[in-house]
């Protein structure tokens, strides 16, 4: 007769890795997509606070309009456009996002 040991079987060893595997299957596609989404988030945080310092300087300085350029931020090459509409400034950026999605904001500003 075989005593009973304290040990784990074959089985519960593979219904263990099993588990295990999936639950890193499932977690680490997720993890990554996360860490787009806070990069995509932070670079857009960045993007339009460049623009607004950007929108107030061409206010300030009373610049002859439309204007129209381009800068790096991030490693990643921003379009800079801005036109007036009615009393306005209206400001605008376009960019690709780290999903190679294209993405505009677009600020406005009373022009005194």
């Known amino acids: 007769m075989l005593k009973n040991s304290n040990g ?5 060893v593979l219904v263990a ?3 295990v595997t999936m639950l890193i299957i ?3 596609p997720i ?3 996360l860490k787009k989404e806070q990069q ?3 670079d857009r945080i960045t993007i339009v606070t ?3 310092d950007e929108l107030q300087q061409t206010i300030w300085e009373k610049s002859e309009l439309p204007i129209s350029y381009k800068k790096q931020i991030k490693n990643k090459q921003v379009n800079f456009h801005f036109t007036t509409i009615n009393d306005l400034m209206q ?3 376009e960019w ?4 190679s999605e294209k993405e505009k904001s677009c600020l406005f500003g009373y022009v005194s």
């Open 8 to 12: 784990f079987s074959l089985i519960e």
């Open 17 to 19: 890795f099993g588990i």
């Open 26 to 28: 499932t977690v680490l």
């Open 31 to 33: 993890s990554v997509q």
């Open 40 to 42: 995509k988030l932070s």
């Open 50 to 52: 460049v623009l607004y």
């Open 91 to 93: 400001g605008c950026v």
């Open 96 to 99: 690709t996002n780290v999903k």
